[in-house]
């Protein structure tokens, strides 16, 4: 290799690593950027449209559907790309664009079964968007609908059963008591006691 294919070479390797920390620049959000502006009760309606349009489609799967919810530099909601997973779990994909700021998680509980106590958000469910550091929003086949707070670690019926669109093999379980709450430990006392006859 000659001397000048060598500088060529060396130039453009500086090229690409100018070019690569301007991107990695652009991409790096001023602390303005990092605030939503939205309401909960916005963040809220919002999610609950996305379930219920997805709850059909989670049922005739029978996989949870999930995906992130996020406020843009309009002060505008919209949602991530949604993810299929399987009948019992859902792996969220998130992302860190400028101008868009993750503001709720969401996902359906798939579709009813006697086997899964699938009516009430999971200890899961909570600790996903505890670590996260963002709400979450879940859909169950019964048609609820809860949001999870992930500074609490609690999980608060916003509407019960039939509230969002319902899996038509869904049986409702007047035995099976819902709390309009839960903790990680009232749901670990719950799962302890869950019981698939009704």
């Not at 690569?20 to 999610?47: C, D, H, M, W």
């Not at 002060?75 to 994909?93: F, N, P, Q, V, Y």
């Not at 860190?96 to 699938?118: I, K, L, Q």
């Not at 903790?183 to 670990?188: C, N, V």
Request: hydrophobic letters at 35%; glycine letters at 8%; charged letters at 20%.
């Amino acid at each position: 290799m000659t001397v000048s294919t060598t500088r060529i070479l060396y130039t453009l390797c500086a090229i690409a690593f100018v070019v690569i920390l301007i991107r990695a620049y652009a991409n790096v959000k001023g602390p303005e950027a990092l605030q939503a502006t939205l309401s909960q009760t916005e963040v809220e309606a919002f999610a609950k449209t996305q379930l219920n349009a997805v709850q059909s489609r989670s049922f005739d799967e029978n996989i949870e559907l999930c995906g992130i919810i996020f406020e843009s530099s309009d002060a505008t909601l919209g949602m991530g790309r949604k993810t299929g997973g399987s009948e019992a779990t859902c792996d969220l994909i998130y992302y860190d664009e400028p101008g868009m700021v993750p503001v709720a998680s969401f996902h359906t509980h798939g579709s009813y079964s006697s086997e899964y106590d699938s009516e009430v958000p999971s200890i899961t469910d909570i600790q996903s968007d505890m670590a996260s550091g963002i709400d979450g929003y879940v859909a169950t086949p019964g048609g609820r609908f809860w949001h999870i707070d992930h500074e609490t670690g609690t999980a608060h019926l916003v509407c019960g059963e039939g509230c969002l669109m319902q899996d038509p093999s869904y049986q409702s379980c007047s035995s099976d008591r819902i709390e309009n709450s839960y903790s990680i430990e009232s749901l670990a006392a719950r799962l302890g006691k869950f019981d698939t006859r009704c």
